[in-house]
């Protein structure tokens, strides 16, 4: 897309962000055309949530809360590529005051702190830097939360925490350059348009260490599967940084502070902490551990096709398919097993799409013995990382990445 088309769309995006604020996002507080309820199939409570279509720019989404918006995709769209269309994106906010309309033409992206020259970047200046664009898979920490056992607090996510898609966007590390950061910085701190509701709660703020802010991967995206974002996406910019959880992605960037100390912000110190252990594994009510900032992400994989209690014919090929990522790094391969795990048989990878991307795979098995039968798939990364067989557990619910199983029946 040209710079002047790209604009040019933003700004008819402007105007129906407009009727969005006065008719859509004035809809947030009451999610009021519930068409069909889903049900995730969460162990320790109740997993019927509604499907929603009163968020604007939004189609049938997973209504987790109303406000601020916790949107889940629903699995089903992942069946059909790798890609998570725009309109089926995956909906996080932390506080309710989100701007219902954007202008983009005294929008400022404020970089300042620990510089040379502190910038006030307009969109067109930054639209009109080098770009860079590839797929990056955006996942919650809390993504599935809600399989954790024991259950824990937060937003009892299913497995649609998560989409990927195609960014493009500046180098995080050439706006920085036009900045001149000093010596002596060490992390970039983020912030959006959004507040808290009231000023005593922590603004949500997130950074990165000043060389991965600088490794000229970490991006500032206008643009996701070649379309603006959406405004509940973090219109007109976000951060991406690919291979790390979503929390550092932050949406409607209007400040980068470069940091000359540690930041203690409550969103780095407190929350989104995860013990320093493998998985970010520990016990309930377990003390002592060291806690660090969640960070990279770790591969999962997923049937697409096949549903929990679904039967398959006895004798008659069937056929399975689904997504895997590697985390931080690319997809090595995805193994399948019928029988809970006892043997595995690789499967056929789809196109790759780059290292952070989804990637889809697919085999075919012939079900045989009739009786009760499980599947389960297994992502291993490019560097040799598997998931693992147990579940992992902390009391936020973070990083979850079992081996998924799926019971099926064979009749
Ligand atoms: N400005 C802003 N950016 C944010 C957040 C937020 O609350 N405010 N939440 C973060 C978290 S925790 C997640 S999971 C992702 C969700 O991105 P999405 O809504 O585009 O799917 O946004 C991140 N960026
Ligand atoms: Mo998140």
Redesign the pocket.
Known sequence: MSDTSLIRDALSRRNLLRQAGAAGLATFAAPAWAQSMIDLGLPGGPGEREITTAFPQKGAMVLQRAR?PLLETPFEVFDKGVFTPNDR???????SAIPTSIDVDTYRINVHGHVDKPLSLSLKELMAMPRIEYAAV?????NSRGFFQPRVAGGEWGNG?M?NARWTGVRLKDVLDRAGVKAGAVQVRF????DPPVKESPD?M?SLAIDHARDGEVMIAFAMNGQP?PL???FPV??IVPGW?????????NDVEVLDSPDTNFWMKTA?TIPDTPHANMKPGQTGLSMVPINRMVPRSFITNVKAGETLPAGKPASVRGIAFGGDTGVKRVDLSVDGGKTWHATRLGKDEGKWSFRRWETRFTPKAKGGAVLMVRCTSTTGEVQPTEANWNPAGFMRNVIESTPITVA
């Open positions: 601020p994106f995956f909906v996080r906010w932390h506080w955006n996942q919650c920490s809390g925490g989409g912030n959006g348009l959004d949500f997130k974002l509940l996406n973090g976000r951060v959880y979503a929390t550092y992605w932050m949406k409607m960037l989104y």
